[in-house]
């Protein structure tokens, strides 16, 4: 038997932490395994709109000790399951115990299955489910559409205090143009997942790379002083000069915002800013 945790866990914030911690440890009272089911996609969530890709949800919700992670595979039929379905087919095939789920959980078709009808079903089969009530953050209810909402407005340091860690970007490094070298402040471009989601403008971050960590500037736009019409990169300037620029995979963990990006009227204007970005 199994305690089972379900939902998009898009961000894993404060409030799915908070459902995942109260599935480990009723597994752990009852001698169960938990388990937490967890899809790849929503039709509720926007392409480009993700505040955490899959290898990053997994990798965020592998360090809350659960036993078993189910990722559901972003099919249109999954979608198109009525509710009562949903729950014969996918959930039950689990044998849960217990199902804890979010208060605004919601499955099925069109979202249309609701808390009530899933007690329905599961009382039958004497399945208990446990509802975790919102989690507020300064007086806010936590949710991935609130944080989504903060980090487009750049303000990063809020996004923190609703995840409980800096809002972290990985990539792969490629080939930039050399234009930020040529300025004498050389950067890592990184090639990111296009569903993540991006705030713009100017960031002081941290690196990551392996065990390695390394105070940074994040640059997050599509370069207007410089290039036309280019599409939005992300690309970071390692404070510290003494690293490994040859590493492929890098983490980027925002810490505040130091400006938004803007168009300078000279490549040397340009360049008088970027000294102060780097100074304050």
Request: net charge positive; proline share 3%.
């Amino acid at each position: 038997m199994r305690i089972l945790t379900i939902g998009n866990f898009d961000g894993v914030h404060v409030g799915h932490q908070k459902l995942i911690e109260t599935a480990v440890k009723l597994a752990v009272r009852k001698k169960s395994k938990s388990c937490l089911m967890t899809f790849e996609g929503v039709p509720s969530v926007p392409r480009g709109c993700s505040l955490t890709t899959l290898d990053e949800k997994i990798e965020l919700l592998s360090g809350f000790g659960l036993n078993e992670i189910v990722v559901l595979n972003d099919e249109k039929s999954l979608w198109e399951m009525p509710p009562e379905k949903f729950i014969e087919r996918i959930l039950l095939r689990l044998s849960p115990s217990d199902v804890v789920v979010g208060y605004n959980f919601r499955f099925g078709k069109n979202a249309s299955g609701t808390l009530r009808l899933m007690k329905k079903f599961l009382k039958k089969r004497k399945i208990e489910i446990r509802v975790i009530p919102a989690v507020r953050c300064e007086g806010e209810v936590v949710s991935s559409s609130d944080v989504r909402r903060s980090l487009v407005k750049g303000d990063v340091m809020d996004v923190r205090r609703k995840l409980d860690r800096f809002y972290g970007i990985s990539g792969t490094r490629r080939r930039g143009s050399g234009i930020a070298k040529k300025l004498g402040f050389p950067t890592i471009n990184l090639e990111v997942d296009r569903n993540k989601l991006l705030p713009s403008g100017i960031f002081a971050g941290n690196a990551v790379a392996g065990d390695s960590i390394f105070k940074c500037i994040v640059y997050i736009g599509t370069s207007p002083t410089l290039k036309k019409d280019a599409k939005r990169e992300i690309e970071f300037h390692v404070l510290d000069g003494k690293f490994d620029d040859k590493r492929s995979n890098w983490q980027v963990g925002l810490i505040r915002k130091i400006r938004d990006e803007v168009r300078f009227l000279s490549v040397s204007d340009l360049k008088k800013q970027i000294k102060k970005d780097i100074i304050i």
